[in-house]
């Protein structure tokens, strides 16, 4: 009995070692009263996928254009304590009025990149979409490429280097 108790230890110690997973917090209603985090405009009042950014904290940072969300995670100034991101769902979007709640994982969108479409603040865009039958319809009609998440080429969005 002794041996079996012995043996049972390390299983209990690891186990108990785990935290429990952080709940995701939800995606937030895009209203006319948010500005972006780098231009401090009137996020709405911008055509083009918009961003929004939740740290731990609950604090909530809206950007205009999918580039920019992209880019306050490549930057080393800008805040790691991130818990969320979400990005505006293309699939049946508006260009020109996106949605206020149509809101997907950034981690699990498919990203065009490369597109005739200009964004928010009127630069190359990064386009998201739920699922890459969708993405690859758009770039039939505007250009580009498809690309994940994790896969998006810094420069490209950092210093707006052309893709291969």
Request: proline share 7%.
């Amino acid at each position: 009995m002794y041996k079996f108790a012995v043996l049972l230890l390390p299983l209990f110690l690891i186990a108990c070692e785990k935290a429990p997973p952080a709940e995701v917090p939800v995606a937030q209603t895009l209203t006319r009263e948010e500005n972006g985090y780098y231009c401090l405009m009137t996020v709405v009042n911008h055509s083009g996928p918009k961003g929004q950014i939740i740290l731990d904290d609950n604090k909530v940072l809206w950007f205009t254009s999918v580039r920019d969300t992209i880019s306050f995670t490549f930057s080393p100034e800008e805040p790691k304590n991130i818990s969320a991101i979400y990005v505006n769902d293309m699939a049946d979007a508006n260009w020109e009025k996106p949605g206020l709640d149509n809101w997907i994982d950034a981690h699990t969108a498919w990203y065009v990149l490369g597109s005739e479409k200009a964004g928010g603040m009127g630069t190359p865009e990064t386009v998201p979409f739920s699922t890459k039958t969708k993405a690859a319809s758009f770039i039939k009609k505007y250009g580009g490429i498809i690309h994940r998440f994790d896969t998006i080429p810094k420069e490209y969005i950092v210093i707006n280097k052309p893709l291969n």
